[in-house]
């Protein structure tokens, strides 16, 4: 890689820097070393209750003597947790790799059909779930073989009386848990109480031992579980603990982490989960981050530091007129990933806040950061900034090979953060050359040495022989001031093989498709011009907010 790119300027000698042997030989360490060295601060916050670094540690040391004694799980054994961002969540997640079990992270808004999949596929031997969704586990609990089932409330670890009031308003009165019958549930915290009397045995856990098993391809196919080893979420830890130093204050005494993305997404686990708690960081947890007025006024709470985010909810918070209000004389910025952040979207946050959003690149597959853009002021707007410490990130054609600095190609990458492979899977086509994971992204390397995103291999739309990348069009479309979301995928055409169809939900209800035309004929070439266009009050999102075109495409499909 040439030593002429600007950012090099920023690393001494002009090369970037190496990680190192790991820093934990394990994550249990990791945890162990953070919950000695903060013990006093607080480590987490979830709707007004607080616990510190010393208080995760003991309950979730704990919960992993209940999950060997009690229940008798053994090293290896899989075990799902099934939890919005809660104060359960960390103790679990803890917990269970003390016990030296692996994870096997599930989004609570599974549907029955998804979460027997997930269950099936790892074999898991436990479940932790909330109760909110504990019905849909009771219509599959037959036909998996999980032997222990631990159930919780959301008020659980709020302390007896608030906790009692959250559960009784959740229960009762807004009426979000469905009857359900799990015979033998145990209870989370009879888990925690019980375990505290406990005598807790540390198992030898290897490096190379598996971690997480983290779902993916549900965007795009039946969900796969990406192997995620200790080696590679602490070698992701040194990596991103490099690259976020400039938004962290020294010592990292002063620093709040607004975590909204769920931590049993990739990003919310190894970013908001491990790295936050491996230095020192208070993290506000958001359990419901899409109900924007609440999330805002948690927002309000807090002289925060740090928020991640994707792009459609940077924009929900700059729809919200108590947004503004926030204080942001503490933010150093934000770190956008998950989906591209649209120009438009990144020039409003930064008049609003003050502060850049920048923008990462990542997958499941990789624990997930791949690259970021510096974040010390050389952030380059609209790309995914440039490779993470340790890192290579490299174009190739379908064919495998590499491609020159400029054209146009399959982004890939390897490093010590990319998974092996996916669990009980042939992998065949995964890698090029065994050694670079395929991301299915189309990118290219610009002359300064960003990245930048094209789009989705599998979403490229092909107008007249013509490649059309649907985040152009999006990218587009989305500066139109009457413009709130858009999606663009690929119809079948007859004389063009496809036309581009665009879904928009309005910001101003009197915006027209003629006038979204017009504008469309303004910025873009005739071939990538939508011929369709389709007014909605929402588009299809995933757990973590973002767009689903595959959706869109079903339901497309199922018209014709």
């Known amino acids: 890689m040439s030593k002429s790119f600007p950012w090099l300027a920023s690393y001494p000698d002009g090369i970037p820097p190496e990680i190192g042997p790991l820093e934990y030989s394990n994550l249990i360490e990791l945890v162990e070393v953070a919950g000695k060295k903060f013990s006093d601060r607080v480590a987490y916050v979830n709707m007004g209750r607080s616990l510190t670094y010393q208080q995760v540690d003991q309950l979730s040391t704990a919960f992993a003597a209940y999950l060997q004694r009690e229940l008798g799980l053994m090293k290896g054994d899989r075990i799902a947790i099934q939890l919005p961002n809660v104060l359960q969540f960390p103790i679990a997640l803890f917990g269970c790799w003390k016990a030296g079990l692996i994870v096997v992270n599930t989004n609570p808004l599974y549907t029955p059909r998804e979460m027997e999949h997930q269950f099936t596929d790892a074999g898991v031997s436990a479940i932790i779930i909330l109760e909110n969704f504990a019905q849909h586990l009771e219509h599959i609990r037959e036909r998996i073989q999980a032997r222990h089932i631990i159930v919780t409330g959301l008020g659980d670890m709020l302390g007896p009386l608030k906790g009692a009031i959250v559960n009784f308003v959740v229960r009762k009165i807004k009426k979000l848990v469905p009857a359900y019958r799990l015979p033998g549930a145990i209870p989370f915290m009879q888990v925690v109480d019980r375990g505290k009397s406990l005598k807790y045995n540390k198992p030898v856990v ?329 007014f909605r009050k929402e588009l299809p999102k995933s757990n973590v907010g973002k767009i689903l075109r595959r959706t869109l495409k079903e339901e497309e499909a199922k018209r014709a």
């Open 206 to 534: 290897d490096a190379e031992d598996l971690a997480v098993l983290q779902y993916t391809g549900g965007t795009t196919g039946v969900a796969k579980g990406a192997q995620l080893s200790h080696r590679n979420i602490i070698a992701h830890n040194m990596m991103v603990t490099h690259w976020f130093s400039p938004y962290l204050r020294e010592h990292f005494k002063e620093d709040i982490m607004i975590t909204a993305i769920p931590l049993y997404h990739s990003f919310g686990l190894t970013v908001n989960g491990v790295l936050m708690y491996s230095s020192g960081v208070k993290n506000v947890l958001i359990t419901n981050p899409r109900d924007i007025p609440s999330f805002v006024k948690e927002l309000r709470k807090h002289r925060f530091t740090i928020l991640t985010g994707v792009n459609t909810l940077f924009n929900a918070l700059l729809d919200n007129a108590e947004f503004r209000k926030c204080d942001f004389s503490q933010l150093h910025g934000a770190i956008g990933g998950a989906m591209a952040v649209q120009d438009v979207v990144a020039s409003r946050w930064e008049e609003v806040t003050g502060t850049p959003i920048a923008e990462g690149y990542g997958l499941s597959e990789t624990s997930p950061v791949l690259s970021c853009n510096p974040l010390n002021g050389k952030h380059k707007r609209g790309t995914i900034g440039i490779p993470m410490p340790s890192t290579e990130l490299a174009i190739f054609d379908d064919d495998g090979n590499q491609l020159p600095q400029g054209q146009t190609g399959e982004i890939c990458a390897r490093g010590p953060q990319v998974m092996r492979g996916y669990w009980q899977k042939d992998n065949e086509g995964v890698f090029f050359h065994k050694e670079w994971f395929r991301t299915g992204d189309i990118g290219i390397m610009d002359p300064e040495g960003f990245f930048k995103i094209v789009d989705r291999k599998k979403d490229m739309i092909k107008v007249s022989g013509f490649n059309v990348y649907p985040n152009e069009i999006e990218n587009v479309l989305a500066s139109h001031p009457k413009v709130h979301e858009v999606a663009a995928i690929g119809v079948p055409d007859a004389k063009s093989g496809e036309a581009i169809k665009a879904f928009v939900v309005k910001r101003d209800a009197s915006l027209t498709e003629d006038e979204l035309r017009s504008f469309c004929h303004e910025n873009l070439t005739n071939y990538k011009v939508p011929r369709h266009f389709e």
